[in-house]
């Protein structure tokens, strides 16, 4: 059986993006043809959460709605090291448990995060949607693995925009940073695009 899960915001006892994290699980269970599906915001009542600070409620689901949750105190990470690496036939579109070909990628790199490149195409990170900063303003890349939920957050509100970014192109860009449930905006994680080890030119991405 399938395990999914979903990883959401919880700051000073507040739910975030919560229309968006049910959509994604409802949608889940519609792919998979099973009827109904889990109620977050009544598993997050249940929980009676009543710490101050910010938070990662983590959802482990089965498609018999089955559920596990953790409740994990959460810090956003600096990340000092990124690589590029291909993979070709990497499919992400659910938000699986699962993380078995990611942890691979990861360990054959020799980053501390990993970029991930599918047919010449930027997607994600090992955790996270990607964007990249030209002049002013903030584009993700339209060939995502995963549409996360601050990533459509970002869109509808018109703070980002989409665009292809790849090979070719991403040294057009200047900076980039990190963004998913738990990580909206930030100046403090900003990065410069060299921070990428393995831009084109620098030396032979990383094919898996």
């Known amino acids: 059986m399938s395990q999914f899960i979903e990883s959401i915001k ?3 006892q507040e739910i975030f993006l919560l229309e968006l994290h049910q959509k994604r699980i409802n949608q889940t269970f519609a792919h998979f043809g099973k009827e109904g599906s889990i109620d977050v915001a009544k598993i997050f009542k249940n929980l009676e959460h009543d710490e101050d600070g910010l938070f990662k409620l983590r959802l482990s689901y089965d498609l018999d709605k089955r559920v596990r949750t953790m409740m994990i105190p959460y810090a956003i990470p600096e990340i000092h090291s990124f690589q590029l690496v291909e993979n070709n036939s990497f499919d992400y579109s659910f938000k699986f448990e699962d993380r078995k070909e990611l942890d691979k990628m990861k360990m054959k790199s020799k980053a501390e995060e ?3 490149v599918k047919n010449n195409h930027i997607t994600d990170t090992s955790f996270s949607n990607i964007l990249f900063l030209k002049g002013k303003d903030w584009f993700t890349p339209a060939t995502y693995l995963l549409n996360g939920v601050q990533r459509q957050n970002l869109l509808k509100n ?7 970014i790849t090979l070719q192109n ?4 200047s900076h980039f940073q990190l963004i998913n449930a738990m990580n909206d905006f930030d100046d403090m994680f900003i990065y410069p695009i060299d921070r990428i080890t393995n831009l084109p030119g620098n030396e032979e991405y990383l094919d898996l």
């Open 114 to 116: 990993i970029i991930i």
């Open 10 to 12: 919880i700051e000073d």
């Open 158 to 164: 018109k703070k980002i925009k989409e665009t292809e």
């Open 170 to 173: 991403i040294k057009q860009f």
